[in-house]
T-cell receptor, first 113, second 114 residues
């Protein structure tokens, strides 16, 4: 069993839709959780990070963590064609800026105009 | 602007040759650099962790003699793929951390071995 599971998609939605991206994990030692966006042939860019269970909102993005279920989600409201990318969840333990990250496979999202 | 510069962005080489990939931190001193490999439609897989001035720590299954990592200065780390083969074709990405800074990814290098 992989430590982090993420449905690779692809996921196709119309512009303006609410998008839900999810990951599950098996290692209860993970302490922090991140979402990255990766455009084709580019390095990932950090979108959200959180340490605790619950919701964290930033503009159109909401990150949700449920440690009891070992399940994290990223919601994108009012999705735009520019949101079309691959979204990677990542998680780790120890210090968030020194520790290793374990990545999900990434979900490819296409937002159609 | 970018705080991490990775070069080259893409490279094509012949089987059996070696390729060097550079990762530079532009505005901060990089105490730790991680090297990842990403195959198409797959996750980023950590290859090795390098700290300035010390030998790199390789993940299980990664051949240290094939993937040479040098972190000789606080702003530069290099990954050399030696005797490259077609199965080494992949997207290689560095991730850089400095004291008191968040981690940043490089832009990635697409290596194609023909």
């Amino acid at each position: 069993q992989k430590e982090v599971e993420q449905d690779p998609g692809p996921l196709s939605v119309p512009e303006g839709a609410i998008v839900s991206l999810n990951c599950t994990y098996s290692n209860s030692a993970f302490q922090y959780f991140m979402w990255y966006r990766q455009y084709s042939r580019k390095g990932p860019e950090l979108l959200m990070y959180t340490y605790s269970s619950g919701n964290k909102e930033d503009g159109r993005f909401t990150a949700q963590v449920d440690k009891s279920s070992k399940y994290i989600s990223l919601f994108i409201r009012d999705s735009q064609p520019s949101d079309s990318a691959t979204y990677l969840c990542a998680m780790g333990y120890g210090s968030s800026n020194t520790g290793k990250l374990i990545f999900g496979q990434g979900t490819t999202l296409q937002v159609k105009p | 602007g970018a705080v991490v510069s990775q070069h080259p962005s893409r490279v094509i080489c012949k089987s059996g040759t070696s390729v060097k990939i550079e990762c530079r931190s532009l505005d901060f001193q990089a105490t730790t650099m991680f090297w990842y490999r990403q195959f198409p439609k797959q996750s980023l897989m950590l290859m090795a962790t390098s700290n300035e001035g010390s030998k790199a720590t390789y993940e299980q299954g990664v051949e240290k003699d094939k993937f040479l990592i040098n972190h000789a200065s606080l702003t530069l780390s290099t990954l050399t793929v030696t005797s490259a083969h077609p199965e080494d074709s992949s997207f290689y990405i560095c991730r850089v951390i400095g004291p008191g800074t968040e981690a940043f990814f490089g832009q990635g290098t697409r290596l194609t071995v023909v």
